[in-house]
């Protein structure tokens, strides 16, 4: 079964700008990528999505190179309510099933 | 709009009892999603489903069982409770399989 691949964690200071990488090898050619930011005892929230170069919205930005084995979510200027667990979400294929397989999760702690 | 509504929230069941997670959402969505979230861990896909009627295994399926009789409710069942089956339990749904996931708020199971 292909996996993705995420640092187990991450600390910052506020106001600074922060990049997580996940690493997503066995992608599907018509396969998004799609970021959640998790806080506890919530359920996932959708941050950001996007197929290939660069997407940007209003809180973050992700940047996923050509051959799309990874993509990086940049989140400027952090503030102490972005300590969070963000994953991000692929369609992998695994053989001739699909599994829609969350990764690890980074979890960022924005310090003061 | 309510969006997608999980019940209940907490539950102790014995172990060999058995119980219904039910999940509504009122978006219409096409796609819906059982995770499972254990402690400290990302989530794993058990079950989802592209439509009424039809339902496939994700990562983690053993234990559990879904139907889709219509496009609202994805109830999840467990038949006989194990105490590997404690965890935290989200519904998802989406438009289509590479659109944005919206989740419930989880049902907490503990099986003692």
């Known amino acids: 079964l292909a996996k993705t691949t995420q640092p187990i964690s991450m600390d910052s200071y506020e106001g600074q700008e922060v990049n997580i990488t996940c690493s997503h090898n066995?992608?599907?050619?018509?396969?998004?990528i799609t970021w959640y930011q998790q806080f506890p005892s919530q359920g996932p929230r959708f941050i950001i999505q996007g197929y290939k170069t660069k997407v940007t919205n209003e809180v973050a930005s992700l940047f996923i190179p050509a051959d799309r084995k990874s993509s990086t979510l940049s989140l400027p200027r952090v503030s102490l309510s972005d300590t969070a667990v963000y994953y991000c979400l692929v369609g992998l294929m695994s053989g001739s099933a699909r599994q829609l397989t969350f990764g690890s999760g980074t979890q960022l702690t924005v310090l003061p | 709009n309510a969006g997608v509504t999980q019940t209940p929230k907490f539950r102790i069941l014995k172990i060999g009892q058995s119980m219904t997670l039910q999940c509504t959402q009122d978006?219409?969505?096409?796609?819906m999603y059982w995770y499972r979230q254990d402690p400290g861990m990302g989530l794993k896909l058990i079950y989802y489903?592209?439509?009424?009627?039809?339902?496939d295994k994700g990562e983690v399926p053993n234990g559990y069982n879904v139907s889709r009789s219509t496009t609202e409710d994805f109830p999840l069942r467990l038949e006989l409770a194990a105490p590997s089956q404690t965890s935290v339990y989200f519904c998802?749904?989406?438009?289509?399989?590479?659109?944005?996931?919206?989740f419930g708020q989880g049902t907490r199971l503990t099986v003692v």
């Open positions: 489903s592209v439509g009424a009627g039809i339902t």
């Open positions: 998802a749904s989406s438009p289509d399989l590479n659109t944005e996931a919206f």
């Open positions: 066995n992608i599907a050619t018509n396969d998004y």
């Open positions: 978006m219409n969505h096409n796609y």
